[in-house]
């Protein structure tokens, strides 16, 4: 896995084209966030500091916009930001569907309309042994879910993500079984610490990391925080998830953040902070991601290693 330090978004993207369109994403974003405020739309997205954020430091903007995983944009860390600048991220919509009140296409803007925006900084600690630190912007997922009517059969919430091939160039193959999937257990997705992030930074997302909206769950190894969804549906059976149907052996459907469970082709015990060098930044991985106080009891009565 190399390691490149050397792009950055602003490298790949025009700057003005880049500012212009952060502007506008974030000016919506201030809006919804102090709607009482009124005046003109602020040049970034206004979001009082979450309590369920870590004291730890952020990894820099750098960091977190030229060292990503996004398959649609290719399998090396520095494609996404090399290549997602060609999404087109406005107009969009999220079809929210299954077993739900008020099934429909709705509009980011309206799916938006009223979300109370946080900024939450989170650990997030990646299935390959590396880890940061991202300050977030975003809305609790139970938010939403409370918004469209969740109906009483329902027991998960599966996500996918856009299928566009001529703007995603890692779609022209079959690497992954596009649209790339995921999904969460109810309780999990209504927990406080779940987030549906629109930004990072006090900005709207950088393509690379999910724009125009993405899932956040920080006890999960990354691969459960879904990128640039379309799709939300409630069900009642366990939603195939993508690394789970590629790989069942070594991705399971809860992918807990867990030090005890090795990954069966390397260990889980510890992780590499990214920005803090090759060797500098290993520390121990924790339970749940460090967040075990909070969703322990989300598990009780299962078999972690079994349950992985
Ligand atoms: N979402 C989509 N649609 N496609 C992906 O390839 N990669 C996942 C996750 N979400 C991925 C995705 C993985 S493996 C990780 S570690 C995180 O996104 C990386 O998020 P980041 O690039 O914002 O750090």
Same mark, same amino acid.
């Given at each position: 896995?190399? +390691?490149? #330090? ?19 994403? @974030? $000016?919506?974003? &201030?809006?919804? @966030?102090?709607? #009482? ?46 290549? &997602?600048?060609?999404? #087109? ?16 296409? =709705? ?8 979300? *109370?925006?946080?900024?939450?900084? =989170? ?5 390959? @042994?590396?880890? %940061?630190?991202? *300050? ?28 566009? *091939?001529?703007? %995603? ?10 649209? =790339? ?8 997705? %209504? ?10 930074? $006090? ?7 999910? !724009? ?10 990354? +691969? ?10 409630? #069900? !009642? ?15 399971? +459907? ?14 889980? @015990? ?16 924790? %339970?749940?991601?460090? =967040? &075990? ?16």
């Amino acid at each position: 896995m190399p +390691f490149k #330090t050397d792009l950055t978004w602003s490298d790949v993207t025009p700057k003005a084209q880049w500012m212009s369109r952060r502007k506008l994403l @974030a $000016g919506a974003g &201030a809006l919804i @966030a102090a709607p #009482t405020l009124g005046g003109p739309a602020l040049a970034s997205i206004q979001a009082a500091k979450s309590a369920l954020s870590t004291d730890e430091a952020p990894n820099s903007l750098e960091d977190i916009t030229s060292y990503n995983n996004f398959y649609e944009f290719g399998l090396d860390k520095a494609d996404p930001a090399r290549n &997602a600048g060609q999404l #087109t991220t406005d107009p969009w919509s999220v079809q929210i569907d299954g077993l739900v009140d008020k099934p429909g296409s =709705y509009d980011l803007a309206d799916l938006l309309a009223g979300a *109370p925006l946080e900024e939450r900084i =989170y650990r997030f600690r990646c299935v390959e @042994a590396w880890s %940061m630190v991202i *300050p977030w912007i975003g809305f609790e997922l139970s938010h939403l879910l409370a918004r469209v009517g969740v109906q009483s059969g329902a027991r998960y919430v599966a996500f996918e993500t856009l299928v566009r *091939p001529e703007e %995603m160039p890692g779609q022209r193959s079959a690497i992954l079984d596009w649209p =790339y999937r995921e999904g969460l257990r109810l309780d999990e997705a %209504m927990h406080p610490l779940t987030i549906l992030a629109t930004g990072l930074y $006090g900005e709207a997302m950088p393509n690379q990391n999910g !724009a125009p909206i993405r899932l956040v769950v920080p006890w999960k190894y990354g +691969f459960k925080s879904i990128k640039s969804i379309v799709r939300i549906s409630l #069900t !009642a059976e366990q939603p195939q998830t993508t690394w789970n149907m590629q790989n069942a052996r070594e991705y399971g +459907f809860y992918s807990n953040v867990n030090p005890t469970v090795d990954h069966p082709r390397w260990s889980q @015990a510890s992780e590499r902070r990214v920005g803090g060098g090759l060797f500098a930044g290993r520390v121990d991985t924790q %339970m749940f991601n460090g =967040y &075990a106080d909070q969703v322990v009891q989300l598990y009780a009565g299962q078999d972690l290693a079994k349950d992985f």
